[in-house]
Structure formats: C-alpha cells, structure tokens
C-alpha cells in the first residue's frame, strides 16, 4: 500500500515535490536569487533506439551485408548519405543538424554503450538504467536523486525538475524534485479551485498525501514568485512535445532560477516494422532529436558552456534487420553528450565489430561501456561529484572513457 500510495503522488500530471523540504523554506528559496549554476540535462530515448543507424560503422562490410534494405550508404554527396566524421563512423543523414556541435568539439559521442543486464523487456531496461543497478530490481530511488541526496549545492524549489508526462523513476527519492508538463500548467487558474483543493490535502487522513499535496501547493506557489524571470519560449524548435520539452528546460535555465537536474524524454523507437533507411519511421525521429538539441543549445546562448546534456536509451537493436524491414530489441547502443567541458569531435568508446562470433548472443552489438561510467564521468566533471559509491552501488567507474577541457 505504501508504494502504491507514492506511485500515484509522484505521478500525477500536474507534479508534485518529493519529500524533503517545508513549504515555508521552498517559498523563501523562490524568492531568492541563484547564481548561474552548472546544469545537468538527461534526456532518455524510451522504446530503444538503433544506435547502428544512427551512428554507422560505415567501414564495417558486416553492417551492410546484415542490413539489405534498411542500411545508410556511405558518405558521399547527395541526401541520403551517411554524414562521414572521422572516416570509420558516420551520422545518419537526420542527425545533421548534430554535426556543427561535433565540428566544433561540443559534442561527443560513445559508442557500445549501455546496461549491462542482458534483458529484452522495455520495462525491465528501463527501470535498470534508471535506478543505476542494473539487474538489481529493489533499488527505490534513481541515480539522479541520489546525487541530489549527496551533492553539496543547497536545496531550492526548483533544483531538480522533470518535464514529462510523469516524475520518472531516475528521480525517486527523499530529496526534492518535481514533476511538470509545461511551465503554463503549473497552476490551478481559479483561486477557489486551489482553495478547495488545499483544504482537501490538509484534511487528509493520510499523512503522506497532506505533507505531499502541502508541498505541491508551495511547488506552484514558488513558480510562481519567479515566473516573471522566465523568458519567452526561443524560436527553432521542433513541433510536438520533445521540442516544447526542451524550450521549457531552456526558459528555467535562462531564468536562473536554481535549476540543477533537469530531465525529459522522448518516445518512438521501438522500430520494429518498416524501421527505414536514410528516409522513413527512424529518419523522423532522428530528425525530431536532432532539431530538439540543436536549437536547444542555440537558444541557451551564453549559458552553454555551463549546460550538459546526456542521451539514454535502454537497449540498442539487433544487428541484423528482421522480415518485416525493422529491428528487434538488441543490446549496447550509442550515447550523446553534448556540451559543457566534454571534448567533443570524437566517436569514443572500444568498438567490438559486427562479424557474427563477436556479436552478444550471436545477435547483437557487444556492450564495451557501461552508461554509468560515462554518467558517473559527467557527474564527476561537469557537476563536481567524485564520490559516485552512492549514487552508482556496486559499481567501480574504472578508466575513463571520455577526455575533457580543462
């Protein structure tokens, strides 16, 4: 019943603060001004993404002779080409609005990347990479909210928020965070409606849902107060719910407003019919990402260098493309990391080959990095976290995998 009753507080679509902070010290904290901080944006690619088409090992005669119909052709002129970057790998011709930010070493890339549980489930993956122990269903909270929990920054309203459908399972936990779909829908327009609702959650007769309906009323209460540093939405992104996610993080970013962790998603990469090539059902989502983060960092302006952003998606797909001209659930996968002090313009990661005896399970791409070394390496360099036992268990970073600018 307990998880039960937190499941559905922390879901709800309008958002709620996790346990952790009074109401009167979050209305205090609103009012207060931040300092330009560094900011940590994760955005997760729910369905599994095919990271072998949008990152071509273009060199590999195995990806082609596995791929008949749906494979990128090398680079070369012309639309439909692969996007050559450094004469083995190639981005899908989608991603180009990805390759200035690579050109001018703002962008990275990890390839065979991923969790290391061998699942196929969606639900399972997902979890696994959002609790950071992959394999170990009991984890209750996210690694997100761990580090909340460990990191020495002071706690503000509006330190950690997710703009999503619902708060998701990366940022469960004791410290603060809070969930919404848009900066607009953050508030009950009719006093007596927040009236009545108030009085509601104080009459309660379970304590968790009045201490949590307490905070969410302080939550709009301290959007509120510095709703008028939020500039406009930026020009450029793409339409539907990615782009308006990412304008939304962009505008709390640019308010200055206290925000540490911000996280959101996007859907649609569960290709497994009529995946396509350079054009079709991957094409557009690719697309869709691309425009998403370009425009993110041309919005953000001088703010950049302080805004990282990092890409998850729970499993990649298989090597081989299937009957129906689509992918099925595979394994490692590519990961982004854009911004910040990463030096970008390189395709990191060791890379396993695609002939049949090297593929996981006769099937797919090998994993050669585990996510949370490339997660714990970001939290360590950009955030200043270098205690990462707590927020990874079990887990020892090993060598790193990405170079840095000092």
Known sequence: MELSR??????????????????GFVIRAARAEHKRGRVLVVLFQRGGMDGLNAVIPFKESAYYRMRPTIAIAEPGTGEEKAIDLDGFYALHPSLAPLKPLYDQGRC???????????????????????????????????????????????????????????????????????NLRSIAEFHLHDAQLTDAFQRIYAAAADPLLQSSGARLFSAMTA????????????????????????????????????????????????THVNQGGAAGQLANRLRNLADGISAFYRDLG?????????????????????????????????????????????????????????????????????????????????????????????????RAVLEWNT
């Not at 937190?6 to 109401?23: E, N």
């Not at 107060?225 to 020009?235: F, H, K, L, R, T």
């Not at 595979?330 to 990661?349: L, P």
């Open 108 to 178: 990275a890339i990890v390839h065979a990347t991923g969790s290391p549980a061998n699942t196929r489930s969606h639900f399972d993956a997902q979890d696994y990479m959002e609790i950071g122990t992959p394999g170990v269903k009991g984890t209750p909270d996210g690694w997100l909210n761990r580090y909340l929990a460990e990191a020495k920054t002071p706690p503000t309203p509006l330190r950690a928020v997710s703009v999503s459908p619902r708060l998701p399972r990366i940022l469960y936990g004791n410290a603060v965070s809070v």
């Open 223 to 270: 959007l509120g107060n510095v709703q008028s540093a939020i500039p406009a939405e930026g020009e450029g992104y793409p339409k539907g719910p990615f782009g308006a996610r990412m304008g939304e993080i962009a505008r709390l970013i640019k308010a200055n407003a206290g925000l540490e962790i911000a996280f959101t998603e996007i859907e649609g990469w569960d």
């Open 302 to 398: 001088d703010r950049s260098e302080d805004v990282m952003l990092v890409t998850l998606s729970e499993f990649g797909r298989t090597a081989r493309e299937n009957g129906n001209r689509g992918t099925d659930h595979g394994h490692a996968n590519v990961m982004f990391v854009v911004g910040g002090k990463v030096r970008g313009g390189r395709v990191y990661g060791a890379w396993p080959g695609l002939q049949p005896e090297l593929l996981n399970e006769g099937r797919d791409l090998a994993l050669t990095t585990d996510f949370r070394s490339i997660c714990g390496e970001v939290l360590a360099q950009h955030m200043g976290q270098t205690n990462l036992r707590k927020i990874f268990p079990g887990f020892t970073n090993g």
């Open 6 to 23: 937190r499941y559905f507080l922390k879901s709800t679509g309008i958002g709620l603060l996790a346990v952790g902070l009074p109401p």
